[in-house]
């Protein structure tokens, strides 16, 4: 599967910002979607993940009740609905997809990776 990421950009705390990965190649709903984010030196973040119906969702702890992971399984696409931006969250973006279960928050465990979105967020 191709992941391609969209939706990043130059932001102002408080501000919001919608991000995009649109998925081709594979049948989408075989795969279980996440979001993760680094900053250059740290290891990646987990961020978000859904499982194949989008009932089930996981958040990492930096960002519970201001993110929120969806999809459309009808357009092969999963959102990243980021509210009340704040400095820290500046960060590259990255779409990431696997088959299996859902449930992981380590990104050894997703196969399929994108090519990432850059959020910057000025204080």
């Known amino acids: 599967v191709q992941l391609v990421e969209s939706g990043g950009g130059l932001v102002q705390a408080g501000d919001s910002l919608k991000l995009t990965c649109a998925a081709s190649?594979?049948?989408?709903?075989?795969?279980?979607m996440a979001w993760f984010r680094q900053v250059p030196g740290k290891e990646r973040e987990f961020v978000a993940g859904i499982g194949w119906s989008g009932i089930s969702t996981e958040y990492g702890n930096a960002v519970k009740g201001r993110f929120t992971i969806s999809r459309d399984n009808a357009k092969n696409t999963v959102y990243l609905q980021i509210n009340s931006l704040k400095p820290e969250d500046t960060a590259g973006y990255y779409c990431a997809a696997t088959r299996g279960s859902f449930g992981y928050t380590d990104r050894t465990y997703y196969k399929y990776w994108g090519q990432g979105t850059q959020v910057t967020v000025s204080s």
């Open positions: 190649g594979d049948i989408f709903t075989a795969f279980v």
